[in-house]
């Protein structure tokens, strides 16, 4: 058996600007932390009297040949790199999936990892995440963009310069533990309990910013430039140790964001938002990954559990977490039957 651990994200900013509707024109850039909430894969080879693939997940699917996959992700991977059995492919996570975390992203690139130690083949951090992007975007035709792909096999505190013609250059930004726990103690994330797929909230941003002749068109992109200037500031604050500059720049990204798509925020979180701001001094926030619901980042710098409390009782309980270094990894390797037996004993 192959187990897996691949983290999930948080954007801190730049998000919107890794899809190539944006990025192609005029290049993109994510400054993104990985969180201690994990995505885990268990990739078991079955006995060679098993002439089926079992695939568990929501579902399970019991299928003869890779094609027959409903999952379109463990397809195309298991299409990508074929294993020499048949195999039995669980995956378990931390959260829900449709909160916006890049929960996909952290499934493809766990799962690909897998593969490569399953199939003895080398796992180059960046190929990997290459591979994953192209089933996603390539393959699957998915409106998504580069960053949950990169962070996961990546992690850490990373940055994401992409070039016009998709290249990423990945840089790291140097946060030490007083930094970091600064972080979680301020910027305190509450589960909405709204799950919701990204596709939907990101094919009405991308169409707009495709398509020139659209009325909201300049908008769309004019937010998006925007919303890249906010990512490069809030790097330096980070740089800077600056967190309360990083939340009030959190605001301004909250109203650019809203000008992507109707589907970006909800009523009742955006009247949610202006009375924290107001009761508990909240200097800014964010809705983690593309909208719509998920996951719901405050920054409180003093009162923390005066807040925790309140968003308790608007059923959004708060989520502990902490910044994790590590991107996807292998964190079990048993091969084979004499393999497990041996090191067992």
Same mark, same amino acid.
Not at 80 to 106: M, N, Q, V, Y
Not at 298 to 309: E, H, N, S, T
């Given at each position: 058996?192959?187990?897996?651990?691949?983290?999930?994200?948080?954007? *801190?900013g730049?998000?919107g @600007?890794?899809?190539?509707?944006? $990025?192609?024109?005029?290049?993109?850039f994510?400054?993104?932390?990985? /969180?201690?909430?994990y995505? $885990? !894969?268990?990739?078991?080879?079955?006995? %060679?009297?098993?002439?089926?693939?079992?695939?568990?997940?929501?579902? %399970?699917? @019991?299928?003869s040949a %890779?094609?027959?996959?409903?999952?379109?992700?463990?397809? #195309?991977?298991?299409?990508?790199?074929?294993?020499?059995?048949? !195999?039995?492919?669980?995956?378990?996570?931390? *959260?829900?999936?449709? @909160?916006?975390?890049?929960?996909?992203?952290? $499934?493809?690139?766990?799962?690909?990892?897998?593969?490569?130690?399953?199939?003895? &083949?080398?796992v180059?951090?960046?190929?990997?995440? #290459?591979?994953?992007?192209?089933?996603?975007?390539? /393959?699957?035709?998915?409106?998504?963009?580069?960053?949950? &792909?990169?962070?996961?096999?990546?992690?850490?505190?990373?940055?994401? #310069?992409?070039?016009?013609?998709?290249?990423? +250059?990945?840089?790291?930004v140097? %946060?030490d533990?007083?930094?970091?726990?600064?972080?979680v103690?301020?910027?305190?994330?509450?589960?909405?309990?709204?799950? =919701?797929?990204? @596709?939907?909230?990101?094919?009405?941003?991308?169409?707009?910013?495709?398509?020139?002749?659209? &009325?909201?068109?300049?908008?769309?992109?004019?937010?998006?430039?925007?919303?890249?200037?906010?990512?490069?500031? /809030?790097?330096?604050?980070?740089?800077?140790?600056?967190?309360?500059r990083?939340?009030?720049?959190?605001?301004?990204?909250?109203?650019?964001?809203?000008?992507?798509?109707?589907?970006?925020? *909800?009523?009742?979180?955006?009247?949610l $938002? +202006?009375?924290?701001?107001?009761?508990?001094?909240?200097?800014?926030?964010? /809705? !983690?990954?593309?909208?719509?619901?998920?996951?719901?980042?405050?920054?409180?710098?003093?009162?923390? =559990?005066?807040?925790?409390?309140?968003?308790?009782?608007?059923?959004?309980?708060?989520?502990?977490?902490?910044?994790? *270094?590590?991107?996807? =990894?292998?964190?079990?390797?048993?091969?084979s039957?004499?393999?497990?037996?041996?090191?067992?004993?």
């Amino acid at each position: 058996m192959i187990i897996t651990c691949t983290p999930f994200r948080i954007t *801190l900013g730049g998000g919107g @600007t890794d899809l190539p509707s944006f $990025y192609e024109d005029h290049g993109g850039f994510i400054f993104s932390m990985t /969180i201690n909430k994990y995505m $885990y !894969i268990m990739l078991h080879p079955l006995p %060679v009297t098993e002439k089926k693939h079992i695939i568990r997940y929501s579902q %399970v699917e @019991t299928v003869s040949a %890779v094609g027959d996959i409903q999952h379109p992700l463990a397809r #195309e991977a298991l299409k990508l790199h074929p294993p020499h059995h048949f !195999i039995e492919l669980t995956s378990l996570a931390d *959260l829900p999936a449709k @909160t916006g975390l890049g929960s996909s992203g952290a $499934y493809l690139v766990g799962l690909l990892t897998a593969l490569r130690a399953y199939n003895r &083949q080398s796992v180059n951090l960046q190929e990997v995440a #290459e591979e994953a992007c192209h089933i996603e975007m390539n /393959i699957l035709k998915e409106p998504v963009g580069k960053q949950d &792909q990169y962070m996961a096999a990546f992690g850490g505190f990373r940055t994401l #310069e992409i070039a016009p013609d998709g290249t990423v +250059e990945v840089g790291s930004v140097p %946060v030490d533990f007083l930094l970091a726990n600064e972080l979680v103690n301020k910027a305190r994330v509450y589960y909405t309990g709204i799950q =919701r797929s990204a @596709t939907a909230v990101l094919m009405s941003q991308d169409a707009a910013a495709r398509q020139k002749e659209r &009325q909201d068109h300049r908008r769309v992109v004019g937010s998006l430039c925007r919303i890249k200037e906010i990512g490069r500031e /809030i790097k330096t604050a980070f740089e800077q140790r600056d967190l309360d500059r990083f939340a009030q720049l959190m605001d301004e990204h909250w109203m650019q964001k809203r000008q992507l798509s109707a589907r970006v925020s *909800l009523s009742t979180l955006d009247d949610l $938002y +202006e009375h924290v701001k107001k009761e508990f001094g909240v200097l800014g926030g964010k /809705i !983690i990954g593309a909208g719509g619901g998920g996951f719901l980042m405050l920054y409180c710098p003093d009162k923390g =559990r005066a807040l925790d409390a309140y968003m308790a009782a608007q059923d959004m309980p708060p989520v502990p977490y902490f910044p994790s *270094l590590q991107g996807s =990894r292998v964190v079990a390797d048993f091969t084979s039957y004499e393999d497990f037996d041996a090191r067992c004993w």
